[in-house]
Nanobody, 126 residues
Framework: VQLVESGGGLVQPGGSLRLSCAAS????????IGWFRQAPGKEREGVSE????????NYADSVKGRFTISRDNAKNMVFLQMNSLRFEDAAVYYC????????????????????WGQGTQVTVSS
């Protein structure tokens, strides 16, 4: 299993970024994909997750209405569109994968995801 994030960078408050997660080495449409983030000195927290088919999505309250998760199963890709970025969104963002059969309920728990990418840095600064 390999997950590679891209798309991070420096953005001003109110700006937008689109993160991508390229997956390989597993049956992509059978896996839930989650986005998580970790800021310095803070615990890793869940941002959003999407079911294997893409029909179900879940978001942390802090990003609802601003972030949108999507996936392209033909290309083994997951995206996180981030709009109206705030200072508090700055973090290293990770995508993670878990077999759909192992996810009992969607609650953005990092411990539910055994496979992780290396992360991409998002900096929000004026």
């Amino acid at each position: 299993v390999q997950l590679v994030e891209s798309g991070g960078g420096l953005v001003q408050p109110g700006g937008s970024l689109r993160l991508s997660c390229a997956a390989s080495g597993f049956t992509f449409n059978s896996y839930v994909i989650g986005w998580f983030r970790q800021a310095p000195g803070k615990e890793r927290e869940g941002v959003s997750e999407i079911s294997g088919s893409g029909e179900f999505t879940n978001y942390a309250d802090s990003v609802k209405g601003r972030f949108t998760i999507s996936r392209d199963n033909a290309k083994n890709m997951v995206f996180l569109q981030m709009n109206s970025l705030r200072f508090e969104d700055a973090a290293v963002y990770y995508c993670a994968a878990a077999q759909e059969s192992t996810i009992l309920w969607y609650n953005l728990q990092p411990s539910s995801y055994p496979f992780w990418g290396q992360g991409t840095q998002v900096t929000v600064s004026s």
